[in-house]
């Protein structure tokens, strides 16, 4: 797969959303196994205007497999692979939405089933949607869907090969949610878009301002605090007044830590 179509309409990102380009993979064309990489827009208009407000970024693997509405003309010819590290998905807490990040356990790129369109203007237009189904029992929690997402090459194959121009049963078998993925909180920043940070597919846990540090700076607080009781039952008032010039350092060198 040496060719990538609008490869320059594409720049890496850590926030990608609707009416973003993103990375795809489809065949060239139908009698041919060869396949390509292209950048397309995500959300696939519908209706009777032609607008990005009226768009389909999802679309339902029930309505895919019974052939409902409009996927059933993009189900037998115009299947395709959306390329990416993972995805974000809303954790529903009170009236707090979480942003959670999913991925693969081992790290390795993710491809989600996607179906694309393409307008009938003179300079052809490609946009995509990605097929989502139930949630599996492991992300259940997080939300009642995800993207289907091709494990294997095979998979991956089956899907891509559009030769027969005919939607199958054992393509409908594909649609189901994987296993083997980690889900972990980030920083609510990536909910704004446009906004772009390598920290987005971090662990919010793990940063400076996470759950780690906060509770770091606790123990550190807590054993200053037991310095300062133990300093006070001290039966000799020569090492209390020995070691509180010291404990004045340590205190300015919390401050600092503080600031940065």
Known sequence: ????????????????????????????????P????????WGIPYGKVDAKSQQAI?????????????WNKYRSSNRCVVVSQGYYEWQTKGKAKLPHFTKHADGKVMLMAGLYHVSDKNIPNYVFAIITTSASTSLSWLHDRQPVI???????????????????AELGKLLR??????????????GKVGTESPAFVQPVATRKDGIEAMFAKQRTKQDGNKEGI?????????????????ARKEDKSHKKLKVK
């Open 58 to 70: 999802n679309a339902r693997s029930e309505n895919i497999m019974e052939g409902i509405g409009m």
């Open 150 to 168: 091709l494990t294997t090459e095979a998979d991956v194959t089956r899907w891509l090969d559009t030769s027969s121009n005919a939607w199958s």
């Open 1 to 32: 797969m040496g060719e990538w179509v609008n490869e320059n309409n594409f720049a890496p990102r850590y926030n990608i959303a609707p009416n973003s380009q993103a990375p795809v993979i489809r065949r060239r064309n139908a009698s041919s």
């Open 34 to 41: 060869d396949l390509q990489l292209q950048t397309m827009r």
């Open 177 to 190: 949610p994987a296993e083997g993925l980690i889900c972990y909180q980030v920083p609510r920043e990536v």
């Open 230 to 246: 133990k300093r006070k039952r001290s039966p000799s008032p020569l090492i209390s007044s020995v070691q509180s010039k010291p």
